[in-house]
């Protein structure tokens, strides 16, 4: 991760952009290139990450540096807003006909109480939805987040609600059985709450899997996308690893899961966009030009 830091400090530098201690910028403008829409803006303000103000002391996340939102909007929104959303798709094995619609922050039922999930990027096509999850460097760090007690049963608590389990059996058992159950509290620290922690250290499994639980309840033909960005390290191996033995669970269950790197998609991706040289410019000086 230190790696990734270094060069987007490098890049800033480059392009005359004042980035702070931590990483971040004087704005969350300065860190994309290309602006948003007034619909896209939208779509941001109201998702839950607060990427785009500055909130109780703490900066806006689409600041810094390493975040993985201003990485998703510099890749997706040129491809969004010149009609190239199925270059994309055809990157990672989805064939379609027509997009319908594209939104930044899309914000999805899970029928766990009034828990939502908030998926970075999500595209609807010929009757089909993707839902896309990404990591620009969070991934590297161990991740410490349960899988909380509105998707446990209240009869049994350590155990996941049939109306989750029985669209993926295969997963519930992993999750009724591997998973750690463990006690934990709010952010007033005191009220204790009841969640299910994965054996992962580096795949946030219980992100992807409220993801899931969500897609499914949009639409039957739904596919969910996790695009990480690759540097070669321990963390990144281990990491793969364990999007290997996610994805053969998700295979038992029938479920369209791709996990993809950005790197090997923008590879797939750069024959189709030739003509488009500013993207491709502007991709790979930020993104794609270092040898990490």
Not at 113 to 124: C, G
Request: charged share 30%; proline share 2%; net charge neutral.
């Amino acid at each position: 991760m230190d790696k990734i830091i270094e060069h987007q400090q490098i890049w800033a530098t480059a392009n005359n952009k004042e980035f702070d201690q931590s990483g971040n910028l004087k704005s969350y403008e300065s860190n994309l290139f290309w602006q948003l829409d007034d619909y896209d803006l939208k779509c941001l303000k109201k998702g839950s990450g607060n990427e785009l103000k500055d909130k109780n002391g703490e900066k806006a996340k689409m600041k810094s540096l390493k975040s993985s939102s201003a990485l998703c909007v510099n890749f997706f929104l040129y491809l969004k807003q010149n009609g190239l959303l199925p270059l994309f798709l055809k990157a990672v094995g989805i064939h379609c006909n027509n997009v319908v619609s594209a939104e930044f922050e899309k914000q999805l039922k899970t029928n766990a109480s009034s828990a939502k999930a908030n998926l970075d990027f999500y595209i609807e096509y010929d009757y089909c939805i993707v839902g896309i999850e990404s990591k620009f460097t969070e991934h590297y760090s161990i991740h410490n987040l349960p899988l909380k007690q509105s998707y446990l049963c209240k009869e049994n608590e350590w155990t996941l609600k049939e109306k989750f389990s029985k669209n993926f059996p295969n997963l519930a058992k992993w999750i009724n059985s591997e998973w750690k159950p463990r006690n934990y509290y709010g952010k007033d620290k005191k009220k204790k709450y009841t969640g299910r922690y994965s054996p992962f250290e580096y795949l946030d499994a219980e992100q992807l899997v409220k993801h899931l639980f969500a897609l499914n309840i949009e639409n039957d033909n739904y596919t969910l996308v996790y695009i990480h960005y690759d540097i070669h390290c321990d963390e990144m191996d281990k990491h793969q690893k364990e999007i290997e033995v996610f994805k053969d669970i998700l295979n038992a269950d029938n479920v369209h899961f791709i996990s993809i790197s950005y790197q090997e998609i923008f590879k797939r991706m750069k024959e189709d966009l030739k003509s488009h040289s500013e993207y491709i410019e502007k991709m790979t000086s930020r993104y794609f030009s270092f040898k990490i």
